[in-house]
């Protein structure tokens, strides 16, 4: 069995305990007097840039009280609700660590990371309470602080001017201070909280014990968190206080934990918390406690149990059931279960499921649904005979299975699409191994009362290697990425779907050179058409296009260098868009080993700008699919001279990027695809472009 875990590799802050024995303080204590010696002895210098690439939660609660080397007049610790915390004398010196202490790796602060503090305040005041501050080496200004003024809780932070992107001695006259808040009752009822602040450019949002609250009414801020905020030399972190005896924190202090790169706040959030929170949140106090009192209510479906089948009928109608196993919070409707809310999951294992047998190799694969049918997946087969029986399968009882062959001509890809309440299949036909190949290839449409799909339209194409569906304006449009006529120039065509016809007909032309893909996206209420130009028959180093809508027609608006690109995949991560290029082939060393590359769209200059380069072997497509909060990418990888490649799944982390989290033995592969059963079972599916026999496999989630 193919097994492979990232459960290690996901930030640990969820594991850290809340309270530190006195061994553990003192293991902090030497780790951060060998930290201090180190930069003693460092003569001052200033260190060379460094990428910022700390993925380890900080502690910055424990690192500021060992840094005061046994002096601890002015702090108590004491325990409320069986829970230890800090108190500091208001009057009493002050606590605090050197930031360069904390950033080992970089010597500007991460433009990406989250805040985690836990804490106790009985009642408000009008003044400010700072919970924790960075201060500039001046000692005065802020870079950035977490405050709390009656029963709001303001994240500040500097941009622009001194300590931004270079020197930080002082804070210039140009720096503007940036305030995201909000307002809660609770931060001030006397008990224990934990907020959790995550930082991404322009995007800010708090989470207060599990409940996510969004900055601003969940709009951008007007100035983004500095992606260089220099914390190199004498920056330093104060906790409770701004550095003066004025505007200290009167409250409990609990922990002060700062991960770069990523929201933590899933991993914060513990399955069981997550019901308590949720019915908090949503019931008055009286409620809340009669329904965590009231085992008939709620149901708890333990891992263990976790296939027991309840009965939801009239009879329980409003009955919750909390299943640990899926992570799901359920509702009795009367006569089935509605799911609520789920947990965050995580993504664990990915294990082989099943073989998904094909009539000969394939070269893509498409998943969809019909609605009141189910799941079906097309496969698009490339056999020795023109005329070769691609398949259609229907997930029944736990796996694909036949379900309606459908005759194809050297297929290369499906596309599902609906017009209104109708659903068409569009299959790309390349025709013969001839690169000037012309064929039809073809339009179907599910028939209702035969259950099956029946043609509908011919579509003349030369080498056509895929299909893209989109509407604009209320009309229905299907591309066509031609690769090939007479030379490998060609011409791609845009159809648009006429209601008299009831067929697509010819709208507008695109000038392609060895077209492979189309992909379309919104930005706004902006439309893009991105195409992967591959091969011209000298050389695969071109420029891709990326088209925009205007007025009534694709006109050019960025071109993309790329080396044999094959795919196009656009996606979007906590409100940014992004668009992934696969690079098949280089013809000049004659390689597969080409990288690939991650673009992201930059709003102010409406342009795709390089992000990252990601090392591919025979790249033919990206598939982007989440999990919990979590993003990936998977590449199919087709290999090279290699009789095993590696497909590899890539996790988003933030200011870090994509970081290769799962390797995957697999044959040459040509797609990926990913689906979600009825169950909530996670899989993966793939093309084996040299046999018959392409794999499925599960993401195992906890």
Not at 122 to 132: A, I
Not at 400 to 418: E, L, S, V
Request: aromatic share 12%.
């Amino acid at each position: 069995m193919l097994k492979s875990s990232s459960r290690n590799q996901d930030h640990p802050a969820s594991s850290r305990s809340n309270i530190y024995t006195r061994q553990h303080r003192q293991l902090v204590k030497i780790c951060f007097i060998i930290l201090t010696a180190a930069m003693v002895t460092s003569t001052g210098a200033k260190p060379l840039a460094r990428l910022c690439t700390d993925t380890e939660p900080i502690d910055i609660l424990a690192l500021s009280i060992a840094s005061s080397s046994g002096q601890m007049n002015g702090m108590e610790v004491v325990n409320v609700d069986d829970k230890r915390g800090y108190r500091f004398d208001p009057e009493a010196r002050l606590f605090g660590v050197d930031a360069a202490a904390m950033m080992t790796k970089c010597q500007f602060f991460p433009s990406e990371f989250s805040l985690v503090v836990s804490f106790l305040k009985d009642g408000p005041r009008n003044s400010n309470e700072y919970l924790l501050t960075l201060l500039a080496p001046d000692r005065r200004s802020i870079l950035l602080g977490v405050r709390l003024q009656r029963e709001v809780l303001s994240f500040d932070y500097l941009t622009g001017g001194g300590g931004v992107g270079g020197s930080a001695t002082t804070a210039a006259a140009t720096t503007t201070m940036s305030t995201a808040s909000f307002r809660d009752e609770k931060l001030i009822d006397g008990k224990w909280h934990t907020i959790t602040i995550a930082v991404a450019g322009k995007y800010i949002t708090f989470s207060l014990d599990c409940v996510h609250y969004k900055a601003v009414e969940g709009e951008k801020m007007k100035n983004a968190f500095p992606s260089k905020l220099a914390v190199y030399p004498n920056s330093k972190f104060h906790i409770a206080s701004r550095r003066s005896r004025r505007n200290r924190f009167t409250g409990l202090l609990s922990q002060i934990y700062m991960v770069p790169g990523a929201d933590i706040s899933s991993a914060e959030c513990s399955s069981t918390s997550f019901f308590d929170h949720l019915i908090a949140s949503v019931l008055p106090t009286s409620a809340a406690n009669k329904l965590s009192n009231d085992a008939q209510f709620l149901t708890y479906i333990d891992k263990e149990d976790g296939e027991r089948a309840l009965a939801c009928d009239v009879k329980n109608r409003g009955q919750l059931v909390y299943r640990e196993k899926m992570g799901g919070l359920e509702m009795c409707g009367g006569e089935k279960w509605k799911k609520l809310a789920t947990t965050n999951e995580k993504l664990d294992y990915v294990v082989e499921y099943s073989d998904l047998t094909t009539k000969s190799k394939s070269l893509d694969v498409e998943v969809f649904e019909l609605p009141g049918h189910g799941l079906f997946l097309a496969s698009a087969n490339q056999g020795r005979d023109k005329n070769m029986n691609s398949t259609i399968f229907k997930w029944r009882e736990g796996r694909f299975q036949p379900y309606q062959n459908i005759t194809t001509d050297n297929a290369r890809h499906w596309k599902h699409f609906n017009i209104g309440t109708e659903h068409f299949l569009a299959v790309a036909n390349h025709g013969s191994d001839d690169e000037a190949a012309e064929a039809q290839s073809k339009l179907y449409r599910w028939k209702e009362d035969q259950k099956r799909f029946v043609l509908h339209q011919y579509i003349r194409t030369f080498s056509a290697r895929c299909f893209e569906s989109f509407r604009i304006d209320g009309k229905t449009y299907l591309v066509v990425a031609n690769y090939a006529k007479n030379d490998h120039k060609g011409m791609s065509w845009i159809f648009v779907w006429d209601e008299d016809e009831r067929a697509f007909i010819k709208y507008q032309p695109l000038d392609t050179v060895g077209a492979y893909d189309f992909e379309y996206f919104k930005v706004g209420s902006e439309h893009y058409l991105a195409l992967a130009n591959s091969f011209n028959g000298v050389t695969t180093n071109l420029h891709s296009v990326i088209y925009r809508w205007r007025s009534s027609s694709f006109i050019p608006h960025q071109y993309i260098e790329t080396i044999g690109a094959t795919d196009m995949e656009h996606f979007k991560i906590d409100g940014v868009n992004y668009l992934a290029i696969a690079n098949y082939y280089d013809h000049g060393p004659k390689s597969n080993q080409v990288n690939s590359t991650i673009y992201r769209y930059r709003e102010r200059k409406k342009l795709f700008e390089k992000l990252q380069d990601i090392p591919t072997n025979g790249a033919l497509d990206f598939e982007f699919f989440t999990v919990g909060s979590d993003s990936f990418l998977i590449a199919a990888s087709s290999g090279d001279t290699s009789k095993h490649p590696i497909s590899e799944i890539y996790r988003w982390q933030g200011v870090e990027g994509f970081v290769s989290v799962h390797k995957i033995p697999t044959h040459p592969c040509a797609d990926w695809e990913s689906f979600t059963t009825e169950q909530g079972q996670r899989f993966l599916v793939s093309a084996n472009s040299e046999n018959r026999h392409s794999k499925i496999l599960q993401l195992l989630t906890y």
